[in-house]
Structure formats: C-alpha cells, structure tokens
C-alpha cells in the first residue's frame, strides 16, 4: 500500500492541512469541491499513488482548515496552491486535478502561476456555468439553487454518525451500492465535534465568498482567457441530485468555441459527486491522469 502523510503549511489566515498520498513520481496537485475534503479524492489518490505523488489540501476554510481565517475566494486559494508546492520544495506540479469548485480553483492557479502547474484536468467544474446570474441573485441564493442539500447540511446537527449515513441515504446521487459505499468510507473527515453536536466543519462565510469569486466575478472569464496550457474537461452526465447535469452538452459545445484549447469528454453513467468519489468515475479520472502524465 502507498505511503500517506499529512502536512501543514503556514498560509495567510492560518495553517493548511495537507494529505500526501505517495512518495516519488510525477507530482499530482488536486483541489477539491466546495463543502468537500481532501478526503473526496481518496480513490483517485490510492489509485495513482504507486506511481505519482499525489498532494491534496483541505481548503481554507473546510476539514482540518476550517480555523483559517481567510481572505477566500479563488485567487487566495491559487496562492495556497503554490504555498504548497513551496512547503514540499517543488518547482511545479506536472498535473493538477480539480472537482467542482476545485476546478475554478485550478483555473486561476494555472492562469496566475503558469510556470507552477504544467497541465490541468477539470473534473465538471472550473468553467462558468452559464453567462450571466440573474439579477438579484445573491451568492447565497445561488449557491443554494446549485448545491441543495450540501448547503442546508451546514447549519445542521447530527446526534450520531448513523444520524448523518440515514440523512444521505436517499440522496439520488448515491443510490448505486457501489457509490454509497465508497460514500460511506467518506463520511468520518466530513464531520467534527462529539455525538449530539456532530457537525459539517465548514466556514459559511467561505462557501459564500468563494461562490462569488468563481460564479459572480470576472476571475475566472479572465483566468480562462490567461491559460498556458490546453483545458481538459471531463464531463458528469448527471448533475448533483442525479438530474441534469451542470454543464449540458451544448454549452460545453459552445465553451469550446470560445476556449479553442478546451477539450471535454463525457465519463458515462456518473454524477457530479460520483465522477470523483465513485469507483466508477474515479477510474476515468485516473485512467485521464495516466494518459496526460504519459504513465502507460
């Protein structure tokens, strides 16, 4: 089995939580989404670890960064990013994976440090999901519309961690035993605190202020327009409630033509959560990995 470490790295607010899964190889740089956790990577870390190092931060503001005091947004995450790579005395990560909001996340570090990150993968996020927000719309509101569940579960409270399994259960992402499994196997690093008072360990201001910053700005327009190096995509077929998927088909189509080194693909039969944390997607994602690390 491949070598885990865990590491801190000292950044503006605070101190990074970092897991490392491996010890040589090409450096794979992952950037989770926006209520997860390191964690969320797990399969894909294990996977490519014999072979890759693979680096995953709890972002500032979730997990075991969750005492960081900000600034958020996507441009402080960037910087963390490069914090990490300096921590660990590496000149650049040969790839960076990003899920979700990681995506955006992944967007504006390759665009603002260019020379840190040599190729990207966005994992159904990082690119705009539709031109404009509607007027009045606030970066709470939309997070809400987007996400659902994973928001409202932040004010919660759970009295055990059969309480939290029986509150996602029904969930329509994992309905597969294989998904809610691995799901399972998750669900410790996304709680803190003792029974009665379990919770999500999550900065609410985070989750606002980093929406506004990849959804309601210009740093990721401006950030897409920035990169160095071609944009791979890999599309959910499905969205977060196992419904429609965030990035249809034909806007992926029309971000294409925009983005004219932007490639994106489809992983069949997955869903926002599980095109990471399910067996299934996690194989694409690093089946992807291999083939832009040129490791078959």
């Not at 791979?232 to 992926?252: K, T």
Request: glycine fraction near 8%; hydrophobic fraction near 40%.
């Amino acid at each position: 089995m491949s070598s885990y470490r865990e590491i801190e790295v000292e950044v503006k607010g605070g101190v990074l939580s970092v897991g490392v899964w491996g010890d040589s190889g090409p450096v794979v740089l992952c950037s989770h989404g926006i209520t997860s956790n390191r964690q969320s990577f797990k399969l894909v870390a294990e996977a490519l670890a014999g072979r890759c190092r693979v680096i995953v931060p709890d972002h500032r503001g979730r997990a075991r960064s969750a005492d960081i005091t900000g600034p958020w947004g996507m441009l402080a995450h960037a910087e963390d990013m490069v914090a990490v790579l300096d921590a660990l005395s590496l000149e650049a990560a040969d790839l960076m994976i990003g899920h979700s909001m990681g995506g955006f996340i992944t967007t504006a570090t390759q665009a603002n440090y260019p020379t840190r990150i040599k190729q990207v993968l966005l994992v159904d996020g990082g690119l705009p999901l539709f031109d404009e927000v509607p007027p009045g719309v606030t970066p709470e509101q939309l997070i809400e519309q987007i996400i659902g569940p994973s928001m409202q579960r932040l004010s919660m409270r759970f009295g055990s961690m059969d309480d939290y399994r029986d509150y996602w259960r029904q969930h329509p992402a994992f309905a597969r035993d294989e998904d809610w499994q691995a799901f399972c196997d998750y669900m410790p690093s996304d709680l803190v605190g003792e029974p009665g008072d379990l919770h999500a360990p999550i900065n609410k201001e985070a989750i606002i202020l980093d929406t506004e910053s990849q959804l309601m700005s210009d740093v990721i327009p401006r950030s897409l327009e920035r990169l160095t190096v071609p944009l791979n995509f890999l599309q959910a077929p499905r969205g977060i409630m196992d419904d429609e998927p965030l990035y249809a088909d034909d806007w992926l189509d029309e971000l294409q033509a925009r983005y004219p080194a932007m490639c994106w693909q489809p992983v069949p039969d997955v869903n926002h959560y599980t095109i990471v944390m399910g067996p299934k997607g996690a194989a694409a994602v690093v089946e992807q990995a291999v083939s832009l690390l040129d490791l078959e």
